[in-house]
C-alpha cells in the first residue's frame, strides 16, 4: 500500500496568523499519527513564513513513523538535516519568494551540485528524493545524481484532471515505469486531493508515498482530520 505523508504546513501558516502556539504543531504531527497517518512531512522556508527551523527540531522526537524534511539546499537547510537526521530529506529547488513549490529540478543542468548534496546525506543514513517534473529525461538525470527516491511534482495532473483530461496522468506513468526500471523510489505530491488521489495511485506504478498537505487540511475543514486521513488510506489501498 502506497504510505500517506501528511504536510503539516498549513496548520503552522494557521499558528502563525495570530502568533502563540494555536494550533500547536507537534500536538497535530502526533494526532494524525494516531489517526492513522504513515508520514509527517515539513518544509522550513527561509523566511518561515509556516514551518519554523524551530519546528523540525521540536518535531523529531515526536514522529514516530516517517518524517520527511522537505525544502531548498541552501547550507542553513542542510545543517538543520544533517543535525535532525529525519527518515528522508526530499530537495526542492524552490526559490525564497515562492508561495509554493512551482517546479522540479533540472537534474541534467544541476546535476554536481545534486550529486554533492545527496551524497552528504546519504552518508549520514537519511534517504534522499529529488522533486521532478514528469519528464523522462529528468527521470534519467536524476538516477545519476544517486538519489534512492524521485518525488514526482503533480500539479500538472491535478489541474488537468480536474478538468476531465484523464490522459494528463500519461507522463506520470511514463515516468514512473522508467523509475522502477531505474531502481529509483516512486513519491509523489503537490495539489493531490481525496477526488484524484485514487485513479492517480491506480496508474503510478510502485508508488510508494504521497505527501498532501493543502488539500488534505482544507478537506478536513468540512470532514474531520481523522475522517479525511481514514479516506486517504482507503483510497491508497
Known amino acids: ?3 500517506l505523508s501528511v504536510n503539516i504546513n498549513k496548520i503552522a501558516t494557521l499558528r502563525n ?27 522550513p522556508r527561509p523566511d518561515e513564513r509556516h514551518i519554523r527551523y524551530q519546528d523540525a527540531y521540536d518535531l ?9 524534511i522537505e525544502g531548498n539546499p541552501i547550507p542553513k537547510f542542510i545543517d538543520m538535516v544533517l543535525e535532525i537526521k529525519p527518515t528522508q530529506v526530499t530537495l526542492v529547488p524552490d526559490s525564497i519568494d515562492a508561495i509554493t513549490s512551482n517546479a522540479g529540478w533540472d537534474t541534467i543542468k544541476h546535476k554536481d551540485f545534486l550529486v554533492e548534496v545527496i551524497k552528504e546525506f546519504k552518508q549520514n543514513g537519511i534517504r534522499t528524493s529529488i522533486f521532478v517534473d ?8 536524476a538516477k ?6 524521485i518525488e514526482l511534482y503533480t500539479e500538472a495532473f491535478a489541474h488537468q484532471y480536474g478538468l476531465g ?12 515505469e522508467l523509475a522502477n526500471r531505474l531502481n529509483l523510489g516512486v513519491n509523489a505530491g503537490h495539489d493531490l486531493s ?4 485514487k485513479f492517480f495511485k491506480d496508474h ?27 479516506m486517504y488510506l482507503h483510497k491508497l489501498k
Open 144 to 149: 545519476v545524481t544517486g538519489t534512492d527516491r
Open 194 to 197: 481525496l477526488d484524484n488521489i
Open 165 to 176: 483530461n484523464e490522459s494528463a496522468i500519461e507522463p506520470y506513468t511514463a515516468c514512473a
Open 134 to 141: 514528469p519528464v523522462l529525461e529528468q527521470i534519467e538525470g
Open 17 to 43: 496568523s495570530r502568533g502563540g502556539d494555536l494550533p500547536n504543531v507537534v500536538a497535530f504531527a502526533k494526532d494524525v499519527q494516531r489517526f492513522g497517518a504513515e508520514g509527517v512531512t515539513v518544509h
Open 1 to 3: 500500500m502506497t504510505k
Open 204 to 230: 503510478i506504478p510502485g508508488l510508494l508515498e504521497v505527501s498532501i498537505g493543502h488539500a488534505l487540511i482544507s478537506e478536513s475543514l468540512y470532514l474531520g482530520v481523522e475522517n479525511v486521513i481514514q
Open 60 to 68: 523529531k522526537p515526536e514522529v514516530y513513523t516517517e518524517y520527511n
